[in-house]
């Protein structure tokens, strides 16, 4: 086979979705070492002034930026990008999902998947409709760049703004949960809390929609973002909404009602974990990611051994139990535990929350070595000796 015909395919693919209108979202990732400073770049196809445009934002670690190419560009970008730049790319539409991949021997291979949504998304650049993203919002959307200063959420933005749409509502139920009224003081503590968007959202959720006496404080390890979040925080005049250089370990804080956590790597969410059921948190809000403590020592447990062999089976197992074993500590510590799914996989693939509402009762002595056993027997199983939160279990 001609090694360019999966490009070429892969190519025509594009095209025909984004003149056909089944255009859900292309995404490019890993890159080549040294050959962009882009981590990944995903592209979504919008209309610019009455015309379509492909709008791509490109990832790097501490930002991101835009561009837009009027769909006669996008096939001669996209040669350039694949596979010299890119190793792998992805083309969600309505009806399949195409993904190239080069080998490392330069080979490349496409195949065809099942449609991650069957309608396509919005094309408009018009202000979102939103229940809690509204005007009072405005401020802080327009200075964290989410929103241009007409109230329009901006074409590259529309994944996050969605997302914090989707978060919020989520923690307005939780709120509901706890009991909390219009009226009561609570403190939160946002850790690792990057740009602060979820911040100020749950700033604002807290203290415009539901009346409470609500003290933020945003936890980051960047000082720069700290001081730019702060700096938002000053400028329009957010009162209890503070931001703080630490790290989910060690930094400074004060008694808590509410403690979040949203993509700590590895176990630093078990770090905020521990934190939040130790301070006695009414509330205890994680978004695992990159599991990668068990992978490692995980065996190969009857009946599943021939399923694990593989590797992205074992994987996926290992995050599964991961994540599993963080709600057992939190049933065991006297929470009621949800796990949800909190962001569309069109955003990113680490999409649970787990929640924890500490009941109004704490558990008795037996109803907690219960659940210890039930820990340690499922950890035995799967041939795990050592948990980060094997530390709660001497609690």
């Given at each position: ?7 070429e395919?892969?190519?025509a ?17 890993q890159?080549?070492?040294?050959a ?9 196809l919008?209309?610019?002034?009455g015309?379509?445009a492909?709008?791509?934002t490109l990832?790097e670690?501490r ?5 837009n ?9 996209l ?7 890119f ?18 021997d ?5 195949a ?7 309608a ?10 939103s229940?809690?993203?509204d ?6 959307l327009v200075?964290l760049?989410l929103?241009t ?6 074409a ?9 749409e989707?978060?919020?509502?989520i923690?307005?139920h939780l709120a ?11 403190t939160?503590?946002?850790m690792?809390?990057g740009k ?16 409470l ?23 329009i005049g957010?009162?209890?909404?503070s ?12 008694p808590v009602d ?16 521990s ?5 006695g948190a ?21 009946p599943?051994a021939?399923?694990?062999?593989h590797?992205?089976?074992?994987e ?10 963080r709600?057992l500590?939190?049933?065991r ?16 693939p ?8 500490r ?10 070595a219960?659940?210890a056993?039930?820990?340690?027997r499922?950890?035995?199983?799967a041939?795990?000796?050592?948990h ?5 279990l001497?609690d």
């Amino acid at each position: 086979m001609n090694p360019a015909a999966p490009l070429e395919s892969f190519l025509a693919h594009v095209a025909a979705a984004l003149r056909d209108g089944t255009f859900v979202r292309l995404l490019l990732s890993q890159p080549l070492a040294g050959a962009t400073p882009c981590e990944r770049v995903i592209g979504r196809l919008v209309q610019v002034r009455g015309a379509p445009a492909l709008s791509l934002t490109l990832r790097e670690p501490r930002r991101d930026t835009t561009q837009n190419l009027g769909l006669d560009a996008v096939a001669g970008w996209l040669g350039a990008q694949l596979p010299a730049v890119f190793r792998s790319a992805v083309l969600e539409t309505t009806a399949k999902t195409w993904q190239l991949h080069a080998a490392k021997d330069g080979s490349l291979k496409l195949a065809a998947h099942r449609p991650t949504q069957t309608a396509a998304p919005s094309r408009q650049h018009d202000r979102a409709k939103s229940r809690f993203l509204d005007a009072a919002a405005l401020p802080w959307l327009v200075q964290l760049g989410l929103c241009t200063p007409d109230g329009a959420v901006r074409a590259s933005m529309a994944d996050k703004h969605r997302q914090l749409e989707r978060y919020l509502e989520i923690v307005s139920h939780l709120a509901a949960d706890c009991g909390w009224r219009a009226g009561d003081a609570v403190t939160v503590a946002d850790m690792g809390c990057g740009k602060g968007y979820l911040t100020f959202g749950v700033w604002h959720l807290l203290t415009k929609h539901l009346g409470l006496r609500a003290t933020v404080l945003g936890v980051e390890a960047r000082a720069d973002l700290v001081e730019k979040t702060s700096a938002v925080a000053r400028a329009i005049g957010a009162d209890g909404l503070s931001f703080t250089v630490g790290t989910i370990a060690d930094a400074a804080l004060p008694p808590v009602d509410v403690l979040i956590a949203l993509h700590a790597c590895n176990t630093a969410t078990d770090d905020a974990l521990s934190r939040g059921v130790r301070a006695g948190a009414r509330l205890v809000l994680l978004s695992p990611c990159c599991h990668q403590e068990l992978r490692p020592q995980l065996g190969r447990p009857e009946p599943l051994a021939p399923i694990l062999a593989h590797g992205i089976m074992a994987e996926r197992f290992s995050e599964w139990l991961t994540d599993g074993l963080r709600a057992l500590h939190l049933e065991r510590a006297g929470y009621t535990t949800k796990v949800v799914e909190f962001v569309s996989s069109e955003h990113t693939p680490r999409n649970l929350l787990l929640a924890g509402v500490r009941r109004a009762t704490p558990p008795d002595v037996a109803v907690r070595a219960q659940a210890a056993g039930e820990i340690q027997r499922l950890k035995a199983w799967a041939g795990v000796g050592h948990h980060a939160l094997d530390r709660l279990l001497l609690d």
